[in-house]
């Protein structure tokens, strides 16, 4: 069993890169350990280092389109969104990130997660058939990693 620590501040990503603006500025860098699960700031330091690439989630920091690849409070749903809205989403509970990486597909980043799992312990899910990669840190009763349909 690997033991996790008690504190994580991630290598290769700002807390802006996880949470929505509001958020961010509601509670600034302590908002990320608030909201995010410490096994999903690891887990995001390890595909960075593992594929040696720029990692994106969240960009909008930078004027980039990305708000909400990391935790995603209850309220952030709008009736527009509310269709899409899933109250078990990992995003909810600070347990999923969606990211891409440069230069590499989706379909290759999740070939490579399945083929190297042991790099990749806390990974439970990834989300299959979307153009950007999904990974989660459920708490689900497989072992291994589970690729799932949107």
């Not at 700002?14 to 302590?30: D, V």
Request: hydrophobic fraction near 35%; include cysteine.
């Amino acid at each position: 069993m690997i033991e996790l620590p008690q504190h994580y501040r991630p290598t290769h990503f700002i807390a802006q890169e996880f949470l929505p603006p509001r958020e961010f500025n509601q509670w600034g860098e302590q908002g990320m350990y608030l909201f995010m699960d410490i096994r999903v700031l690891i887990t995001a330091d390890r595909i960075r280092e593992f594929f040696g690439k720029r990692v994106t989630a969240n960009d909008w920091k930078w004027g980039g389109r990305f708000r909400n690849r990391g935790y995603r409070p209850d309220n952030y749903y709008d009736q527009q969104q509310l269709s899409a809205y899933k109250s078990g989403s990992q995003h909810r509970f600070g347990r999923a990130l969606d990211c891409t990486i440069e230069g590499v597909t989706a379909t290759e980043v999740r070939d490579v997660i399945m083929n190297h799992q042991a790099e990749f312990p806390w990974i439970r899910r990834l989300e299959d058939d979307v153009n950007w990669v999904h990974f989660d840190v459920a708490n689900v009763h497989h072992h291994g990693i589970h690729l799932f349909k949107p």
